[in-house]
């Protein structure tokens, strides 16, 4: 009888396993293994041709800076903004919750349009800007904010989960003992959430190097100048040259992969932390 | 230190205290407002400059119609799926023991970390025209489903994964000792317990899939009346210089994102207070 079971349960197990396995080859893994092998069909020289133009060069450059610019400035606010929902009592904190939150369910392409809105000619600071020859739309100012905009709230999702887990009585102590708020801010709170610091930095990053749709409406897209290496992957495959789209998004791939692995490992450090 | 200042400590601990909540509240907003409020607000002025009448007429038009409903409808499709699919891949990661898990629990969060638009071109690579297995689904509503499969996959995966994994065997064991089979154990015992990580990731998953755009530009074909989603058709409107309707749409995807996450919010509130409720 028991034995019974143990098997019923055991094919049960396997039926449940494959169906899972199978749906995340279908889903993930199949067209990610098959776009390496397009990539590579005819050896590596087409695909680092392909890699090497100048303006896929200048789209991967500007990516990096876009992120270079945007992952700095959203972890000092992430931090500041977990430590201000967990340790401060103030009211309308729901709001800046669900405010907070919002980047993670709107559609780039609305960030996109909503810049627009604010910086382009006829938009609300146009005028202003105009008069002034400041440069925000079609220009890195414009696709800083887009980025900024939708890599928002990482840092802060990762540390305020922490920061409740630790509670504030090492921060009391210290506090007690004659710190100052800089002081227990640095010596004690900092080095307690620095893995989920780590953890939202890298997801942060992600975020930025593969963001597409806001991007894709602020910056104008101009080859060489304003066009980002999501955007040349777009432009690439609009020109029919499957082989360099494929290639510039292997790389983006390989960035994901490394991505990942860094989540993997700050993940189990954060755990046993 | 001397009496004195261990005393006078106290009150203007507090009052410093005030102080750096007055000043990252003012770092905070003044920032959210720069990145986030202001833009919004642009948004939402924008679509009411035609009053309610030009808003309606443009979100009712047939075109935008035809994209709310194909984003609404294959948004509430994929959630659906990944209610069923995450909670099944979740179940398998936490329970199960395979040669390789660790691996399958790390690729789960691929579509996070890579950018959508090569999701999309990396569907069409085995979906599309030239596909090595013979399925050729590109430019059909079948190709918008399985782009937002991708992408939205980790969701719910990723908020039911840890809840399963704190869950307490004992209770599952006591009903199966006393004659509960195993789907009556996971409906009546599991299931409660999971059912608040599940309805947040489908909502995510749902939020996520509606807005979707760099997943869809290749693989959809972006056909007015039949491939067309919202957020394509928003970015159409932008290229050819039609900023009214454009907002007009993109305030409907706001709203349903500010929805959506109010709704996440709501059900975060009941658990923990369910939470609260039953340890003392």
């Known amino acids: 009888m028991r034995n019974v079971t143990t098997l019923e349960r055991s094919a049960g197990r396997h039926a449940l396993r494959g169906i899972a396995l199978v749906y995340l080859v279908a889903v993930l893994v199949g067209p990610l293994a098959l776009v390496f092998g397009r990539t590579f069909e005819d050896g590596v020289a087409p695909a680092w041709n392909a890699l090497t133009t100048p303006e896929t060069l200048h789209a991967f450059r500007l990516t990096l800076v876009v992120t270079a610019i945007a992952v700095p400035l959203n972890t000092v606010f992430g931090v500041v903004c977990g430590l201000l929902i967990v340790r401060h009592r103030f009211s309308g904190k729901g709001f800046l919750n669900a405010f907070v939150d919002l980047p993670l369910a709107l559609s780039p392409v609305v960030v996109g349009l909503s810049l627009f809105l604010l910086y382009g000619r006829e938009g609300w600071f146009g005028a202003w800007l105009e008069r002034h020859d400041v440069q925000v739309l079609f220009a890195l100012p414009g696709m800083v904010l887009a980025t900024l905009f939708v890599s928002l709230p990482f840092v802060c999702r990762e540390v305020v989960p922490t920061l409740r887990e630790i509670g504030d009585e090492q921060e009391q102590a210290a506090r007690t003992l004659g710190a100052n708020g800089l002081q227990t801010l640095r010596r004690i709170t900092l080095p307690a959430i620095r893995w989920a610091i780590v953890y939202g930095v890298v997801l942060t990053a992600a975020r930025c190097l593969g963001e597409y749709g806001a991007v894709a409406i602020v910056s104008g897209r101009v080859q060489g100048q304003t066009e980002t290496a999501t955007l040349r992957v777009d432009e690439r495959y609009d020109s029919f040259d499957l082989r360099g789209a494929y290639a510039i998004s292997l790389v983006l791939a390989l960035l994901a992969v490394l991505v990942l692995i860094a989540m993997t490992v700050f993940q189990r450090r954060e755990e046993t932390a | ?280």
């Open chain 2, 1 to 280: 230190m001397t009496a004195v200042d261990v005393a006078s400590r106290a009150p203007a601990q507090g009052l410093r205290g005030e102080r750096a909540t007055a000043l990252s509240l003012g770092v905070v907003v003044g920032y959210l407002s720069v990145v986030v409020a202001l833009p919004m607000a642009a948004l939402v002025s924008a679509s009411a400059a035609d009053g309610w009448s030009g808003f309606r007429e443009v979100v009712t038009s047939p075109q935008a119609t035809a994209a709310l409903q194909l984003s609404f409808g294959a948004a509430l499709a994929v959630a659906l799926v990944n209610g069923l699919i995450g909670t099944l891949i979740a179940w398998v990661l936490v329970r199960d023991e395979f040669r390789g898990k660790r691996l399958v629990d790390a690729v789960i969060d691929l579509p996070f970390a890579l950018p959508t638009i090569v999701a999309g071109l990396v569907l069409l690579a085995l979906y599309g025209p030239a596909s090595p297995v013979g399925v050729d689904v590109a430019f059909t509503r079948t190709a918008v489903v399985l782009a937002l499969l991708f992408v939205t996959l980790p969701f719910v995966v990723r908020t039911v994964q840890p809840v399963l994994r704190e869950l307490d065997r004992e209770m599952e064991e006591a009903a199966r000792s006393l004659g509960a089979s195993g789907l009556a154990t996971f409906r009546r015992i599991v299931l409660p317990n999971i059912l608040p990580g599940i309805l947040s990731g489908v909502a995510l998953a749902f939020a996520r899939a509606i807005g979707e755009i760099g997943a869809l530009v290749v693989i959809s074909g972006s056909l007015p009346f039949r491939t067309e989603v919202a957020s394509v058709y928003v970015l159409a409107r932008i290229e050819s210089g039609d900023q009214a309707g454009a907002a007009a749409v993109a305030v409907v995807l706001l709203a349903v994102s500010f929805l959506v996450i109010l709704g996440i919010g709501a059900v975060r509130r009941l658990t923990t207070r369910h939470e609260a409720a039953v340890r003392p």
